[in-house]
């Protein structure tokens, strides 16, 4: 029996280790789709709607046909003889239903921003200078803009073959809601917003797609967070064979769940590389990113809740209106976000009756789906702020109150109403720890304090708790061809190096150097022995990729368990060479060594010559197998569950309604950490775009369907200025799941930020009877809150 | 986001920048540091046939001292006039102003007279101009003239700039003894154009009364405005509680307010009267 790996000597796993990309990333030699450029490549632009429904007369092309440098222009009728339509909807999400999706609209654009005429040529600049020239008469539709009204009887139905713009509605209602409210000593009630917003990425989205007709291969250099998903959407809908189908994803500079989707831009782009037979470059600019990339977190939570005097959370009833777009998002779907805030709220507390209601609407808006944190945020928000005011009714400290309803450290595995079982959750001790943190009655005695010289400042806590480790429970049985396992093949080379490859994909966040540490460990070699290949459909073992939070859990356990297995085989051949029974040895920093004593007997080095160069040294029952691949699917819980706690310090100015951020704490239990640094940075940059959500960033749309900030001047994203310190600290609850035990971390800061902070700004304005409850909390809402404006 | 084909020269010199304009005329454009140019370009909100850059033109650029006036030359970058001592000393409130005007990068690379040819309603030097009394010199191939600040911010992205001139210069009157000055901004990140922000100046007498003020207001209305009411209301008082509240009551009544995406016109005003109340603070401290 060999030590875990936790427990190997020079282990890396725990380690803030450099990563081994960082060099070229900052040297600016990463690959990014944009930096390849291949013979007889063209761009494509296209011109998208200017309207949030309407209807297409005529699309006349001439003037642009002829405009130099074009190579062809495409509509959407011809568009759809060689790219098939798609429908997003899983079959577990019982009654989810969309029209079907065209890469091109065909007979009319259902939100603004939609692409309806491709135009191919020699440049980018030359395709946008022929757009420009594109003439297309529209006849103008109702524009369904309000998802609060999108039900109404009244309301034109956007598509009328779906009977109605519900796309989805689910019902939960568990324990006896109507006793709990029955027997309050208090009820609490908010109606909560969170703004429509998208995660923007450094790189935009970018494909080129490279068709070589002789042998009907495709090459797609993608940005993407799913290869193998994007290689089965590629091969179905353009009539491909799927082995026939190659997805290539080097460098990608941020995705956030924005990069997981179907793109109509980016299938025609692939469609015409079909059609033209020759590359196709694709790189989204800003202003259509802001109008095409998804948008997420537009929700209107009208939310309440029962609690006894002694302060024990009794019932929470919650009805939740979202308005996804014209389409449901192929393949993930847009009922996801919705599902996850029915399953999430009141997570972290022991109240077993709860009652919720989701309804997902069509709206002729761009597309919602899945971005960073799916539905936590939102969940998070109406949970912790119906927490506060809670406890403000009873008059009880917030924190007290919270630890009188959160969960128990022994309670587990815990069912949850929702039906969720969460397998080990930390949050009393996540709790203590975080009130030590950030001295909770020290700043409270500090808030006192400035109260009396008329500075209003604002402690806000917010606990969570965060899905990750996804099993198949979450696509693979609703129908959808995404992979909830991952597989890590490891080679042993003559050298002495170990080339790992793995299903999951680097984003920027450091996924390469996680599994270059996990293989190092688990094998026993230098972090410099160690090559890491990911992002290629054929190359690396077939797996989902990089999002839910599944990559160091999911991908980390298959390495592990790939480095053992080469590792045993090594030893095996070692034992032969050395005449020694393999228990007895162990490889330690790329040497074959004495287990008990250290001693050197061999390097990894030498083995791999004699291996590949000399086999015939070796007897003839060795066969020396130095590649080995495993892997690994999480299959005892559909997630598991992690939990932390944040904090939120803050200033308001009464007279401006602007917030100043002063100090942030976050307490997180991820399981394992393998790479400390990784994990806090992750944590931090999850935590500023959830400030983004409360503070800043909001797609503003006008009534009639138009986005009125799609540019980086006008949609504001949250910048280090205005940023506070966050400080991080860890409770350690390994799941049992793994051997590994490594829980996922990305969506923990987005996850709890915006709630603490809307805790925060309201307990500023407690002394003035004032609260906020719509993201994002702008001067201008504070403002009205404090009744200064109307 | 690629910019429509365009034609560019760079100028040798002032004479042929101003020959080019003349020629070319409204398919001209004059390039300085494209700051806010070059964007527009790209986003195809403009799309000029010639760009003529006068980027290389030292003549235009350096800040100077000639009696009472501060000369600014239009090409100077901002980081120059960040840095600069002469302004620093002679013209507090422009020092003061400059860390809000975006962000160093563009700050590099900006320039002092194409924020003011510019007019953008939201920037801060067209105020600070507007506070100071400053004079534009702007030359065309007849020969050169002089517009008062006051004359020159004509509305939204509009100046007294006629076609085939070009601003050269800004002259602002140097500080003397006993004025005061004030800016305060309120932007939702540092660096952005704010939501409303105010450029004020006093003489202060040993008495502590106020006297020759003037409260320019930045992205209140759609140009820069200054506040003559209010100003009126403060005239001869100590700055005293009363006094702001006069003219914070003298500029509800005097502005009218424009709407954008990050406040409605109440907001703006309300804003606007706290803003006053916090210069008039720093006037009197």
Same mark, same amino acid.
């Given at each position: 029996m060999s030590l875990s790996i936790l427990d190997r000597p020079n282990s890396y796993i725990g380690r ?31 011109? $998208?709607?200017? %309207? ?93 803009? =309000? ?54 990425? &450094? ?17 797609? %250099? ?12 590629? #091969? ?11 997805? !290539? ?86 009922? !996801? ?41 939102? #969940? ?21 109150? $919270?630890?009188?309803?959160?969960? *128990? ?76 396992? =991952?597989?890590c093949?490891i080679? &042993?080379?003559? /050298?002495?190096?170990? /080339?790992v ?13 996680i599994m270059a540490q996990i293989a190092a460990s688990s094998v026993g070699v230098?972090?410099?022995?160690v ?14 990729? /990089? ?5 160091a859990g999911?991908g980390g356990e298959a390495t592990l368990q790939a480095g053992r297995a080469l590792r045993e ?17 162990d490889i330690r ?22 291996? %590949? ?12 197998? &130095?590649?080995?691949?495993r892997?690994y ?38 399981g394992t950490i393998i790479n ?58 390994p799941t049992?799941?793994s051997e590994l035990g490594a ?48 | ?17 101003? =020959? ?11 390039? *300085? ?45 901002? #980081? ?15 020092? *003061? ?47 050169? $003239? ?25 002259? !602002? ?18 660096? =952005? ?20 003020? $003037? ?29 702001? /509240? ?40």
């Amino acid at each position: 029996m060999s030590l875990s790996i936790l427990d190997r000597p020079n282990s890396y796993i725990g380690r803030t280790v450099p990563r081994p990309n960082a060099k070229k990333l900052v040297q600016g030699r990463g690959t990014y789709v944009d930096d390849i450029k291949l013979p007889r490549m063209v761009h494509v632009a296209f011109v $998208r709607s200017p %309207y949030a429904h309407a209807r297409i007369l005529a699309i006349r092309s001439d003037a642009a046909q002829a405009a130099p440098g074009v190579v062809r222009i495409v509509t959407g009728a011809e568009m759809a003889a060689v790219c098939t339509p798609w429908v997003g909807v899983l079959g577990h999400m019982k009654g989810l239903k969309s029209a079907p999706q065209y890469a091109l609209a065909v007979d009319r654009a259902c939100w603004q921003g939609e692409a309806v005429v491709a135009v191919v040529a020699h440049s980018r600049a030359e395709a946008e200078d022929a757009a420009q020239l594109v003439e297309i008469d529209w006849e103008e539709l109702f524009v369904v803009a =309000d998802m609060e009204t999108a039900l109404d009887p009244e309301t034109p139905v956007i598509h009328p073959e779906l009977g109605d713009n519900l796309a989805f509605r689910r019902e939960l209602d568990v324990g006896d809601v109507e006793k709990g409210f029955a027997a309050a000593d208090a009820i609490v009630e908010e109606t909560y917003i969170t703004g429509r917003h998208t995660g923007v990425c &450094l790189e935009a989205r970018s494909i080129l797609a490279d068709y070589q007709p002789a042998d009907e291969q495709l090459v797609v %250099y993608h940005s993407t967070q799913a290869p193998h998903m994007m290689q089965t959407i590629f #091969a179905k809908h353009l009539d491909l064979p799927e082995t026939n189908v190659r997805v !290539i994803c080097k460098d990608v500079g941020g995705a956030f769940g924005i990069k997981v989707h179907t793109y109509p831009d980016e299938m025609a782009t692939v469609a015409l590389a079909k059609m033209l037979r020759r590359p196709v470059k694709f790189i989204a600019d800003r202003m259509e990113s802001f109008v095409t990339d998804i948008h997420a977190r537009d929700h209107r939570v009208k939310a309440r809740m029962a609690v006894s005097k002694e302060g024990r959370i009794l019932a929470i009833e919650a009805d939740d209106r979202t308005g996804i777009g014209p389409y449901s998002v192929y393949p993930r779907t847009s009922a !996801i976000e919705a599902n996850q805030v029915v399953n999430l709220i009141g997570g972290p507390y022991t109240n077993q009756n709860y009652r919720c209601t989701a309804n997902v609407v069509f709206q002729n808006k761009n597309v919602m789906c899945q971005y960073r944190a799916v539905g936590h945020p939102i #969940a998070c928000a109406v949970t912790e702020g119906l927490v506060d005011k809670a406890a403000r009714a009873i008059g009880m400290d917030p924190a007290e109150f $919270r630890r009188r309803n959160l969960i *128990a450290d022994d309670a587990y595995p815990y069912k949850a109403p929702t039906g969720m079982v969460y397998e080990g959750l930390s949050h009393h001790k996540s709790l203590d720890k975080l009130l030590e943190l950030m001295q909770y009655d020290r700043l409270r005695a500090e808030q006192a304090a400035l109260r009396e010289k008329g500075i209003h400042r604002g402690i806000g806590l917010a606990a969570f708790i965060e899905v990750t480790n996804p099993s198949a429970m979450f696509y693979g049985v609703g129908g959808a061809r995404i992979s909830a396992q =991952d597989g890590c093949t490891i080679r &042993l080379d003559p /050298t002495g190096v170990i /080339t790992v490859s793995i299903g999951v994909t680097e984003q920027g966040q450091g996924t390469e150097a996680i599994m270059a540490q996990i293989a190092a460990s688990s094998v026993g070699v230098p972090m410099d022995k160690v090559r890491l290949i990911t992002g290629d459909t054929e190359v690396t073992p077939y797996g989902g990729g /990089t999002w839910a939070s599944r990559g160091a859990g999911i991908g980390g356990e298959a390495t592990l368990q790939a480095g053992r297995a080469l590792r045993e085989n090594i030893l095996s051949v070692a034992g032969t060479m050395l005449q020694a029974a393999p228990q007895t040895l162990d490889i330690r920093a790329g040497i074959i060594v004495d287990a008990d004593t250290g001693a050197e007997r061999m390097k990894l080095e030498e083995l791999g010559r004699v291996a %590949y160069f000399r086999p015939d040294t070796l007897p003839r029952d060795c066969q020396p197998e &130095l590649m080995v691949t495993r892997h690994y699917v999480q299959k005892d819980y559909a997630f598991v569950f992690t939990n932390g706690l944040q904090a939120s310090y803050l200033e308001v100015d009464t007279e401006t309604g602007f917030v100043t951020l002063l100090d942030h704490w976050v307490v997180e239990d991820c399981g394992t950490i393998i790479n400390p640094q990784l994990v806090d940075e992750q944590i931090r940059g999850g935590v500023v775009q959830g400030l983004g959500g409360a503070l800043f960033e909001e797609c503003l749309y006008s009534a009639d369907g138009q986005m009125l900030n799609a540019n980086m001047a006008d949609y504001l994203v949250p910048m280090a200025s205005e940023m506070p310190d966050i400080a991080i600290a860890h409770v350690v609850t390994p799941t049992q799941t793994s051997e590994l035990g490594a829980k996922g971390v990305g969506e923990a800061g987005t996850a709890g930020a915006p709630a603490a902070v809307m805790n925060a700004i309201n307990d500023a304005l407690s002394p003035f009877g004032a609260s906020v409850a719509a993201q994002p909390f702008t001067p201008e809402r504070v403002l009205r809150a404090l009744g200064k404006i109307r | 986001m690629k910019p429509t084909p365009f034609g560019y020269v760079k100028a040798a010199s002032l004479p042929q920048a101003l =020959d080019l304009l003349a020629r070319h005329g409204e398919e001209a454009q004059i390039l *300085a540091g494209g700051q806010s140019l070059i964007p527009t370009l790209n986003m195809r909100l403009s799309a000029p046939r010639l760009l003529i850059d006068i980027s290389g033109l030292a003549d235009l650029s350096g800040i100077a001292v000639a009696g009472d006036i501060l000369r600014i030359g239009a090409l100077t970058r901002h #980081a120059e006039v960040e840095k600069s001592e002469l302004v620093a000393r002679h013209a507090p409130l422009i020092a *003061a102003a400059m860390p809000h005007v975006a962000h160093p990068a563009i700050r590099n690379r900006g320039t002092f007279g194409g924020s003011l040819a510019l007019a953008d309603p939201a920037a801060e030097l067209p105020a600070c101009c507007l506070a100071l009394a400053a004079t534009m010199i702007v030359q065309a191939p007849s020969g050169s $003239r002089r517009i008062a600040a006051r004359d020159f911010f004509k509305g939204l992205f509009e100046t007294a700039l006629e076609a085939g001139e070009v601003l050269t210069a800004i002259e !602002i009157p140097i500080a003397v003894p006993g004025q005061v000055f004030a800016f305060e901004e309120l932007a939702r990140r540092h660096g =952005d154009y704010a939501i409303v922000g105010i450029a004020a100046t006093a003489r202060k007498a040993a008495d502590g009364t106020l006297s020759d003020i $003037r409260l320019a207001y930045l992205n209140l209305e759609s140009r820069p405005v200054l506040a003559g009411k209010a100003a009126a209301a403060l005239a001869g008082t100590t700055g005293d509680a009363a006094a702001v /509240t006069a003219a914070q009551d003298a500029l509800a009544g005097e502005a009218s307010p424009h709407a954008d995406l990050n406040a409605t016109p109440e907001t703006r005003l309300h804003l606007a009267r706290v803003l006053l109340g916090r210069a008039v603070a720093r006037l009197i401290a």
